[in-house]
């Protein structure tokens, strides 16, 4: 248990499909990230949010939207998404955005199927 | 980015140790050297992390070459819930986010 709460674990959504992915920390922390991780590649950064301030956009298309209400939460809304979208949804927060001296804490992810 | 190799895949025998190599001959003098890993169906979880001096947690050690230009994570005992890949990455001036690699692949045979 790393304190950082994902739900769903699973999904699958037809392409004509609005959902939204949650993410949940009580750690006390200001930063938080959203990555991807398709099958058989490396982790890709998303977006991050500081003080709940997107200071970062990975050039992620707009069917991917995030949303930042307050430090504990996370959400990353998802409409009109492609095949190729299927994937791991990784949440994750840290103390300070950027802080090189610092942990991330990921959460377990939800696996995302798009039909 | 800084940049950082690993062998693709390990194995290990349960309760023996294990040395995780990782070389990073780019380093630059503000970049921390982190390792975290990912047991199958999880998140990444953090392992341990340093700069210049070996550093040791519960979970393993991080030696790392004087020159920095490479490291090595030790697990000390090998468990079969070690199984999971490693990943090294460099983390500091060079570039603001955690940006992971392929990893080494750990497999632990009982």
């Known amino acids: 248990e790393t304190g950082v709460t994902q739900t769903p674990r699973h999904l699958v959504m037809g392409m004509t499909n609005k959902k939204s992915l949650k993410c949940e920390q009580h750690l006390g922390h200001n930063a938080m990230y959203w990555y991807k991780q398709s099958a058989k590649k490396p982790l890709e950064l998303m977006f991050v949010?500081?003080?709940?301030?997107?200071?970062e956009n990975n050039s992620v298309p707009s069917r991917f939207s995030p949303e930042c209400p307050n430090s504990s939460h996370l959400f990353l809304h998802l409409h009109t998404l492609q095949p190729e979208d299927s994937a791991l949804y990784l949440c994750?927060?840290?103390?300070?955005?950027?802080?090189?001296?610092?942990?991330?804490?990921f959460g377990s992810g939800t696996q995302l199927s798009v039909l | 980015d800084a940049k950082t190799t690993q062998p693709n895949s390990m194995e290990s025998n349960e309760e023996e140790p294990v040395h995780l190599p990782c070389n990073h001959s780019t380093i630059s003098g503000t970049d921390y050297i982190h390792w975290y890993r990912q047991l199958p169906s999880q998140g990444p979880e953090y392992v341990i992390h340093g700069l210049t001096s070996n550093v040791n947690n519960r979970m393993a050690s991080l030696a790392i070459a004087e020159d920095r230009k490479s490291s090595t994570l030790i697990l000390h005992r090998a468990t079969l819930r070690d199984a999971a890949v490693y990943y090294c990455i460099l983390w500091g001036g060079s570039q603001g986010n955690l940006i992971f690699g392929k990893g080494t692949k750990l497999s632990v045979k009982p």
């Open positions: 949010y500081s003080l709940e301030e997107r200071v």
């Open positions: 994750a927060s840290s103390l300070v955005k950027f802080a090189t001296n610092e942990k991330l804490f």
